[in-house]
T-cell receptor
Framework: QKEVEQNSGPLSVPEGAIASLNCTYS??????FFWYRQYSGKSPELIMF????GDKEDGRFTAQLNKASQYVSLLIRDSQPSDSATYLC???????????FGAGTRLAVHP | DTAVSQTPKYLVTQMGNDKSIKCEQN?????MYWYKQDSKKFLKIMFS???????INETVPNRFSPKSPDKAHLNLHINSLELGDSAVYFC?????????????FGEGSWLTVV
């Protein structure tokens, strides 16, 4: 079992819709959770981090964390074609400072 | 100003050669990393240094040797390159604890072994 699992996609949504990206993790000791966006040929860039159960909103993005279910998600409201990228979920376990990534979900937002 | 810079950006070399990738960060961070992203886009940590001290060393062939002359620099030397080493190598940096902080990635070094 991979430590961080994501559906590889592609997830295709129409412009203006809500894109929902999901991630599960296997280690209950995981404490911090991150969403990175990576455009093709570019480096990953942080969108959001979350470490408490519940929702965290930043503009069009909402991260949701459910530690009991070992599940973290990212919602993108009013999706734009410029949101088309690969979204990487990452976790940090307690006591470590290494980021463990999932394989990423490719999102395609079509006009 | 580029926060995390790595050179070269592109590198094409033959099997068996030895090559180095250099990385520098001007963010004042204590911790630096090397990540490898393979052809399937899976991003995996290789090494991490904190104030020049190796703190994370994943299962990486010993042909890969990181060196940190100071906390602002982390270089990666690869001996006897193999076809499977072809990947994008990302340098990154952060503060000591990443609980809520950001790991900043460099632009990546595309290594192709032929």
């Amino acid at each position: 079992q991979k430590e961080v699992e994501q559906n590889s996609g592609p997830l295709s949504v129409p412009e203006g819709a809500i894109a929902s990206l999901n991630c599960t993790y296997s280690d209950r000791g995981s404490q911090s959770f991150f969403w990175y966006r990576q455009y093709s040929g570019k480096s990953p860039e942080l969108i959001m981090f979350i470490y408490s159960n519940g929702d965290k909103e930043d503009g069009r993005f909402t991260a949701q964390l459910n530690k009991a279910s070992q599940y973290v998600s990212l919602l993108i409201r009013d999706s734009q074609p410029s949101d088309s990228a690969t979204y990487l979920c990452a976790v940090i376990r307690d006591g470590y400072n290494k980021l463990i990534f999932g394989a990423g979900t490719r999102l395609a937002v079509h006009p | 100003d580029t926060a995390v810079s790595q050179t070269p950006k592109y590198l094409v070399t033959q099997m068996g050669n030895d090559k180095s990738i250099k990385c520098e960060q001007n963010l004042g961070h204590d911790t630096m990393y090397w990540y490898k992203q393979d052809s399937k886009k899976f991003l995996k940590i290789m090494f991490s240094y904190n104030n020049k001290e190796l703190i994370i060393n994943e299962t990486v062939p010993n042909r890969f040797s990181p060196k940190s002359p100071d906390k602002a620099h982390l270089n990666l030397h690869i001996n006897s390159l193999e076809l499977g080493d072809s990947a994008v190598y990302f340098c990154a940096s952060s503060q000591v604890r990443v609980w809520g902080n950001t790991i900043y990635f460099g632009e990546g070094s595309w290594l192709t072994v032929v």
